[in-house]
């Protein structure tokens, strides 16, 4: 059987962030004015932020909980 999620509620953060900046970014390569331009590092930043935020765990989980120990 598959592995529950034992941190769902950092991954679902990440996740979040990274659905808000990319249909941010998208918004703004393909809208009708060609002087608004994505902000890359701002993608970039939120992306790397997300992966962090995948492999933490919650504020109520211990290291047993999620098998670190």
Known sequence: EGEKMKSWRTTLAGIAAVVAVLSGAVAAQFDADPT????????????????????????????????AR
């Open 36 to 67: 608004t331009v994505p902000n890359w590092e701002l993608v970039w930043a939120t992306l790397f932020a997300a992966l962090g935020l995948a492999f933490a765990r919650d504020n109520d989980k211990s290291s047993e909980d999620v098998g």
